[in-house]
């Protein structure tokens, strides 16, 4: 009993991971229609800045979390603004592009920091246990729990209670006639793409008290976050958090049941989800 209930919170915690990684991602793809294959090299620069915060400077690590969002954010704005507002509606290049800043980030961040594998990191306040129903229970994965509530929350808030929001799904509708209205479409673009790529950057830094930061994680994290986009949907915050909480508790489940099958069980996942409903759990239909 007591190895299914930490089971399943782990599978939990992983998935709201998931969906930090993925969630951006999803709107960036479905609602503005730009692959962003850079997300995961996002991801890694937040995960660095923090730990350069938490770690190397040892400050504190909520100042961590949001400086590696900072970071994150910064990062995605120079590439939307400097190449891909540029390519819009031109899903080859956005790819070619998106995939090139892999390499180019990947190897800034190995002259900046090293080649050097930076084990996983967490605040003080974060290193104790929390017994739920007399089963001990890391306060690092509670935090990261806690930590995608409050973001699907207000993705979800921004997404479908906002004006903002209500412009992005114009936008992606019918661009000329969201432009006609008297919206500055660009601007909205710059924004959302900056929140996703700060989202992008806060999971680096909580995402690192459990998987670390190292130099090919942006490879390692960019199919992951492919994986949770096509389950879950494109354009959906609720699909993203759905599909980062089936593939967490899918992949958590076969890790401690039947290791020897977890290599490829999220992708098979993903295979039959897509031969039932090919848009995703919650994806909006194009």
Known sequence: METAVLTFFNGISYGMLLFLIASGMSIVMGLMGIVNLAHGALYMVGGYVGWTIAVQYDLNFGLAVFLGGCAGGLTGLILERGFLRRLYKQPNEQVLLTFGCIYILSNLCMWIWGPRRRLQFTGEFLSGLIHIGGIPFPMTRV????????????????????????????????????????????????????????????????????????????????????????????????????????????????????????????????????????????????
């Open 143 to 286: 935090f990261i729990i806690i930590t995608g509530i409050l973001v699907a929350i207000g993705l979800w808030w921004m997404q479908d209670r906002t004006r903002l929001g209500a412009m992005v799904r114009g936008g992606m509708d019918d661009k000329e006639m969201t432009m006609g209205l008297g919206i500055n479409l660009e601007r909205v673009s710059m924004l959302v793409f900056f929140l996703a790529a700060f989202i992008a950057g806060i999971g680096g830094v909580v995402g690192a008290q459990l998987l670390g930061v190292y130099n090919w994680l942006s490879t390692d994290i960019l199919l992951l976050a492919l994986v949770v986009v096509i389950v879950g949907g494109m354009g959906s915050v609720q699909g993203a958090l759905l599909g980062g909480i089936v593939i967490g508790l899918i992949d958590t489940a076969f890790k401690t049941l039947l290791p020897q099958f977890s290599m490829f069980t999220i992708y098979l996942a993903m295979i039959i989800i897509l031969m039932i409903r090919p848009s995703g759990l919650l994806g909006r239909r194009v």
